[in-house]
């Protein structure tokens, strides 16, 4: 546990910087995968569009400082800071339609960060304080847990939880896959990240409002897993599956035993990861036969072997089949649920076991629709003047290469080793977990 006081002001005052297992796992994982998101622009070419450079750089420290911050206000400032470079990002690589789409993204974030902010006051009103370390317990004042409640609900927002969901499927899609990317790695998982924090701080894990989140969880596993059935393009399908990982990572926040906020833990990384490399092999797919279009693939399995192996490892991480990382993330969460005891052990293990069913029954409809099938006549090639070509007959040397398939790659052997590296990653994931159950060392190195 690290903690610094910025600026040298007396612990209390000062604005904290903490590091602790847990935010120090999430800045690896993320600025990993976000590497391979980063290697991936290169490779498509897309770091040639002027800012992305500093954009990108911006849009990491914010998610670093989010991460950090020992100071609710401060979190407010670092998703702020998170969020204007996204809103270029967004813009930088766009068509006309991205634009339009860009717009629920902006208008959706504007609003939920005005609440964010009216909640940190209100906190500050309430409790006289902002400082994490020093808003321990202040739960259990209900003025203050209701004024925490304000905070949550923006946080809930912006990680997507069923019903404040919509806007994601709507606008991440409509990005470039490396942007897709990026933002499936970061926003949301700052969103959880601050919520498994705020939550065992303010409430110690005991939150009035359990059986709301009880709901929601329940729904976003479920109504995100079956929605994905309705989709017909890979990158919309896979934002439906973001929706539904976030569900399954607050069960173990909701459940709140060591072992629970271990296994929420380890399955956001395991979502991070193998999300990642879903997203990049999409892109990989439409930047060289020119759409994600169910009905415009077909065969790939018989064209790129390579890739179809690694996507193939990838879809069974998301539906959780061995051997995946995605496997032990979702026993671990249903022995999480086993040992709650009571009407919740049946519940909570018969939602994740419906979820699993429709991401399986999904994942192999874009498994048929994209790589089963006959072979493709033709695609949309890539046009340097316009973008995409006309459609062009489809020849042998058209395919996707080792060098635009490897950020694909990594991350599934780095999702395969994790399978492998359960045990220790789960240890660590509990160790990180324990930084929340035991909120003596926090306050200690923040406080003194």
Known sequence: MLAENVGAFVPGVAIPFVSDTFSALMILVTSFTVLMCLVFMVITREDRYRLLTPLVLMLLGGVNGAFLTGDLFNLFVFVEVMLLPSYALIAITGTWRRLGVGRTFVVVNLLTSTILLIGVGLVYATAETVNLALLVGAGTDPRTALSSGVVLLALAIKAALVPMHTWLPRSYPATSAAVMGLFSTLHTKVALYALF??????????????????????????????????????????????????????????????????????????????????????????????????????????????????????????????????????VVLVQASAQAGGAWQAVFVTLICIGALGSLVAMQRLWVGVFWGPDMEDYLPDSPETGRGPKTKLTDDVRVTPRLMAPMAVLVVTQLAMFVLAGPLMEITTRAATGLVDLAPYVEAVLG
């Open 197 to 330: 924090r705020i939550t065992s701080t303010l409430y110690e894990g005991r939150p009035p409002w359990a059986l709301v989140l009880a709901v929601l969880v329940g729904l976003s596993i479920v109504v995100a897993s079956y929605s994905t059935l309705g989709e017909r393009v890979m990158r919309r399908a896979l934002s439906w599956q973001l929706v539904s990982s976030t569900g399954h990572a607050l069960l173990g926040l909701l459940l709140f035993t060591q072992f629970s906020l271990g296994a929420g833990i380890f399955y956001t990384v395991h979502s991070i990861v193998t999300m990642g490399a879903l997203i990049l092999g999409a892109g990989a797919i439409e930047q060289v036969y020119g759409s994600g279009r169910y009905e415009r693939l077909s065969g790939i399995i018989r064209r790129d072997r390579m890739l179809t192996i690694g996507y193939a490892l990838a879809l069974m991480s998301i539906v959780g089949l061995p051997p995946s990382a995605g496997f032990f993330a979702k």
